[in-house]
């Protein structure tokens, strides 16, 4: 329409070059002349607020003159089946805080894990924030497809961005076009279950189509070789070493290191065993490692994934250790020395290259965990690696987390507290009793600023601990301190705690 092409040149010229009042068609005039009286155009600031005004009119009748879009597509069928039976009011009502309270969310995956066990549905109006939930959070997408049930499924299907969040675990091998017309996090799954029926099928399944596979793709499925890893799949992953995806072959050297035959293995061991000498010491003379590392890189290295350039602030010669050592399970050097986890990591005190050898095993128990290296890794080096407490199995963890409370001194209360962070399980009664009994402890003492400020982890703890001791924490732990953060936390360990109890209840009682 003419009089927004005028509207338009107006506002770039400015409106004091306006000469004459703006003309419209139809109905529109009649409203375009109470701002233009006796046809012309006013002066002063009357000028732009007329032509502010026109604006903001043609606006609102353009908008209110156009016509919705006509549908000329085909309707999805209607979706037909039966549904599972509803969550109870008291489930639902717990959903619907989980959704709107931030406090509560962190432990929303805990909820839903225990949900999809008591075989019911979510109301079909949480079925969208559900959906938006799985598309921030990739880990608890399982929990919801099986909870949005059949509707959800299907009104995720209709949705582009939703379709690809659903990751269905029931019966997923019978349906191919999962497989080949999937969401990656779909293929992935996919793949998955069928290493774990037929692993061999599985890598002939992937190797059908790698070479079409973009580089992220590649490499998530590849890390789906870690079920049921086995020799059959040597030949693949030795391929994967000359990928052009610097990801990918990183990935293929961990799995080829987990398997102790493979030509990778023991190329990476023959070499290490030249570079590293172990001498056992007698009455007076103590066991002793000696590093020797060759002047120049090889290029032959590079098939092994070993690079020659290190990253800035790291020397060439640690980076070749490092990178060949990380690809060992720790435990060949347990074998190969016959020395307990303890006393081989005892060879590194004071050794000029025990920062290099620290840091490449603590990244091979990463890639090939082991309980007893972990524990022992953590003792004399660093409690607060929460990488390695995930490498040590719940019983375990509690066990040395037990002993450091234990033992600690008062002075060393806060940051004992501290580490219980990184053991992310449901913790036992007996465990969670202790932990109830040491924060009462570290609330009575005197503490320090920084102690005071180390309390931020205090609320987190709620997540892991036994909902049984709700009580015993209502009991012990005093709603009041005199330091307001130390206040907050307690209010937030028992608020979390109670829910948790209220929640599982109102599960178990569908």
Same mark, same amino acid.
């Given at each position: 329409m003419q009089i927004w092409q005028d509207l338009i040149k107006y506002s770039l010229i400015g409106s004091e070059r306006q000469t004459a009042p703006l003309s #419209?068609? =139809?109905?529109?005039?009649?409203?375009?002349?109470?701002?233009?009286?006796?046809?012309?155009?006013?002066? =002063?600031?009357?000028?732009?607020?007329?032509?502010?005004?026109?604006a903001a009119l043609v606006t609102q009748y353009r908008l209110a003159g156009q016509q919705a879009a006509t549908f000329s597509g085909t309707l999805p069928t209607a979706d037909e089946a039966e +549904?599972?039976?509803?969550?109870?009011?008291?489930?639902?009502?717990?959903?619907?805080?989980?959704?709107?309270?931030?406090?509560?969310? &962190?432990?929303?995956?805990?909820?839903? &894990?225990? #949900?999809?066990?008591?075989?019911?549905?979510?109301?079909?109006?949480?079925i969208p924030p559900l959906l938006e939930l799985a598309a921030q959070n990739r880990s608890v997408r399982p929990a919801i497809t099986a909870l949005i049930d059949k509707r959800g499924q299907w009104l995720a299907a209709q949705h582009s961005d939703w379709q690809k969040l659903l990751v269905q675990t029931d019966a997923i091998l019978d349906d191919v076009s999962i497989w080949e017309e999937g969401s990656p996090a779909q293929r992935e799954e996919y793949l998955r279950q069928y290493?774990?029926?037929?692993?061999?099928?599985?890598?002939?399944?992937?190797?059908?189509?790698?070479?079409?596979?973009?580089? #992220?793709?590649?490499?998530?499925?590849?890390?789906?070789?870690?079920?049921?890893l086995s020799s059959e799949d040597e030949a693949f992953l030795t391929a994967c070493l000359e990928d052009r995806s610097k990801g990918v072959r990183q990935l293929a050297a961990t799995l080829l290191g987990s398997l102790p035959d493979s030509a990778f293995s023991q190329r990476q061991k023959q070499r290490l065993n030249t570079w590293l000498r172990?001498?056992?010491?007698?009455?007076?003379?103590?066991?002793?490692?000696?590093?020797?590392? +060759?002047?120049?890189?090889?290029?032959?290295?590079?098939?092994?994934?070993?690079?020659?350039? +290190?990253?800035?602030?790291? =020397?060439?010669?640690?980076?070749?250790?490092?990178? &060949?050592?990380?690809?060992?399970? +720790? &435990?060949?050097?347990s074998e190969q020395w016959q020395l307990s986890p303890d006393d081989s990591l005892a060879l590194l005190a004071k050794h000029e290259w025990r920062k290099t050898i620290q840091d490449a095993w603590k990244q091979a128990l990463q890639n090939y965990p082991d309980a007893a290296w972990a524990e022992t890794f953590l003792v004399r080096f660093d409690i607060n690696q929460v990488e390695l407490w995930r490498v040590i199995p719940p019983a375990q963890a509690e066990r040395l987390a037990s002993q450091l409370l234990t033992t600690a001194e008062e002075k060393t209360h806060s940051t004992v507290l501290s580490i219980l962070i990184h053991i992310q399980h449901a913790w036992s009664v007996e465990f969670s009793q202790q932990v109830i009994n040491a924060i009462h402890r570290y609330t009575q003492q005197k503490l320090t600023p920084s102690e005071v400020y180390a309390c931020y982890y205090l609320g987190e703890l709620a997540r892991y601990l036994d909902p049984e001791c709700c009580d015993l924490l209502a009991k012990n732990i005093p709603s009041e301190h005199q330091y307001d953060q130390i206040t907050r936390a307690l209010n937030k360990i028992q608020y979390t705690l109670s829910f948790r109890r209220d929640m599982s209840n109102a599960l178990a009682n569908q």
């Open positions: #419209a068609d =139809g109905d529109l005039q009649a409203y375009i002349n109470q701002l233009y009286p006796n046809n012309t155009v006013p002066t =002063g600031e009357a000028r732009e607020q007329a032509l502010l005004s026109a +549904p599972l039976p509803l969550l109870s009011p008291l489930c639902i009502s717990h959903l619907q805080r989980f959704l709107n309270d931030s406090e509560l969310k &962190a432990i929303l995956p805990e909820w839903l &894990a225990l #949900a999809t066990t008591v075989k019911r549905r979510v109301p079909f109006a949480l290493r774990q029926q037929d692993a061999t099928k599985a890598c002939e399944l992937l190797q059908a189509v790698w070479k079409q596979e973009p580089a #992220a793709t590649r490499q998530s499925l590849l890390s789906v070789f870690s079920v049921n172990f001498e056992k010491g007698g009455l007076l003379k103590k066991n002793k490692l000696i590093v020797e590392l +060759p002047e120049t890189w090889d290029k032959s290295w590079l098939i092994d994934g070993i690079e020659e350039k +290190p990253p800035q602030g790291k =020397g060439e010669k640690a980076w070749w250790l490092e990178q &060949a050592l990380s690809t060992v399970p +720790p &435990a060949y050097w």
